[in-house]
T-cell receptor, first 115, second 112 residues
Framework: NAGVTQTPKFQVLKTGQSMTLQCAQD?????MYWYRQDPGMGLRLIYYSASEGTTDKGEVPNGYNVSRLNKREFSLRLESAAPSQTSVYFC??????????????FGPGTRLTVT | DAKTTQPNSMESNEEEPVHLPCNHSTISGTDYIHWYRQLPSQGPEYVIHGLTSNVNNRMASLAIAEDRKSSTLILHRATLRDAAVYYCILIKYYNQGGKLIFGQGTELSVKP
């Protein structure tokens, strides 16, 4: 069981370049999430997918798009990277069954620098 | 959403108990209290959660005040590996999105 995997681990982009961060989970979880963490701060939710086929905005969605490709995979795209998007990006997943709230499992993160 | 307040930092000695406090005076009846921690250079990991009663698991214990306006995460014997940022998060029971709202957390350092 690999849990939640993210690729790449590190990335440097120039302003205006685009890229896609990949996330996959092998726990058969329904819900998946993308967070960003700036230095010295807590995580902030960018987008989430409560179930396959749905996506919703979180606290800080501007400048990002997401795709829930299938139940396993949830990607985050930066169309035109800006220095303000320099951050560590974490993907997470969670089982969902009715109304109960289950814990989230996080990936190791992608460290992105935009110059 | 109800907010939580935690001390910015705490120190502990190795093999001693640690009590990490969290205030949540505006908690509602449908809010669960969750704790996550983030080890250096890693993603957060779930620690424990509770609603009204005290809870124990292999990682920690959670003590919840009778009025639920505060809670305490207890690490019974701190190890160097427990040095991390600990986040206290309120999540509504009927939170279909499962979204987590992280505050600043408490940075715990453990001295040998």
């Amino acid at each position: 069981n690999a849990g939640v995997t993210q690729t790449p681990k590190f990335q440097v982009l120039k302003t205006g370049q685009s890229m896609t961060l990949q996330c996959a989970q092998d726990m058969n979880h329904n819900s998946m999430y993308w967070y960003r963490q700036d230095p010295g701060m807590g995580l902030r939710l960018i987008y989430y997918s409560a179930s396959e086929g749905t996506t919703d905005k979180g606290e800080v969605p501007n400048g990002y798009n997401v795709s829930r490709l299938n139940k396993r995979e949830f990607s985050l795209r930066l169309e035109s990277a800006a220095p303000s998007q320099t951050s560590v990006y974490f993907c997470a997943s969670r089982h969902r069954n009715g109304t109960r709230t289950y814990e989230q499992y996080f990936g190791p993160g992608t460290r992105l620098t935009v110059t | 959403d109800a907010k939580t307040t935690q001390p910015n930092s705490m120190e502990s000695n190795e093999e001693e108990p640690v009590h990490l406090p969290c205030n949540h005076s505006t908690i509602s009846g449908t809010d669960y209290i969750h704790w996550y921690r983030q080890l250096p250079s890693q993603g957060p990991e779930y620690v424990i959660h509770g609603l009204t009663s005290n809870v124990n698991n292999r990682m920690a214990s959670l003590a919840i005040a009778e009025d639920r306006k505060s809670s305490t995460l207890i690490l019974h014997r701190a190890t160097l590996r427990d040095a991390a940022v600990y986040y206290c998060i309120l999540i509504k029971y009927y939170n279909q999105g499962g979204k987590l709202i992280f505050g600043q957390g408490t940075e715990l350092s453990v001295k040998p």
